[in-house]
């Protein structure tokens, strides 16, 4: 992931959920997409430039919740990310078992 792209927003948006012009709501990608609406989940952006960052402890408490969120709704482990987009820019993140 390219976490150094989310930098400066106030809020990170994450599509949870479509709720349809009936006015039900789905967490299935509508096959028809007129008139339905998403429906977001809101991060606290981190506004922190995370591009000179070399260890997972010096990330930011908002962009940890993000990453726990995107784990938990994908259903894997995040295990590297890009806070640049440089080779070196990349962060190893280890879980503890």
């Not at 993000?66 to 295990?79: A, D």
């Amino acid at each position: 992931m390219k976490s150094d792209v989310l930098d400066g927003f106030d809020t990170i948006k994450a599509c949870v959920a479509y709720k349809l012009k009936d006015g039900s709501v789905t967490t299935d990608f509508p096959y028809e997409i007129d008139d339905v609406e998403p429906v977001y989940k809101e991060f606290k952006g981190w506004k922190t430039d995370m591009t000179k960052m070399q260890s997972e402890d010096e990330f930011p408490e908002e962009f940890n919740a993000y990453l726990t969120f995107l784990e938990e709704q994908l259903g894997v482990e995040i295990k590297i990310v890009s806070v640049g987009p440089d080779r070196a820019q990349t962060i190893e993140r280890y879980t503890e078992e």
